[in-house]
Nanobody, 124 residues
């Protein structure tokens, strides 16, 4: 499956952005979908995941209550709504797909497919 993330940009602290990740190539509903991020000089960090049917979601503690992951299987798209953004949220954000045999996963190696990433910069 091919993944294309979009929606990044420059936003002031306290602002909002919505990231999208469009999938093509295989049946989207076969996959658990996740968002990860990587800040400068840091490793890749789990942000959120959503089960194949959208019935289950998980979040990193650092974004819980501020970010919301969702998906539209009819549009082959997963979203990440980011509110109350902080400078420490600055990173390249990646969407990824894992086999739906995983109910959830924070572990990057379990994700078979990755998008190229979209840059989010939170700064005044």
């Amino acid at each position: 499956v091919q993944l294309q993330a979009s929606g990044g940009g420059l936003v002031q602290p306290g602002g909002s952005l919505r990231l999208s990740c469009a999938a093509s190539g295989r049946t989207f509903s076969y996959y658990l979908m996740g968002w990860f991020r990587q800040a400068p000089r840091k490793g890749r960090e789990f942000v959120a995941d959503i089960s194949w049917d959208g019935g289950s979601t998980h979040y990193a503690d650092s974004v819980k209550g501020r970010f919301t992951i969702s998906r539209d299987n009819a549009k082959n798209t997963v979203y990440l709504q980011m509110n109350s953004l902080k400078p420490e949220d600055t990173a390249v954000y990646y969407c990824a797909a894992a086999p739906r045999t995983y109910a959830y996963s924070k572990n990057p190696p379990q994700y078979n497919y990755w998008g190229h990433g979209t840059l989010v910069t939170v700064s005044s």
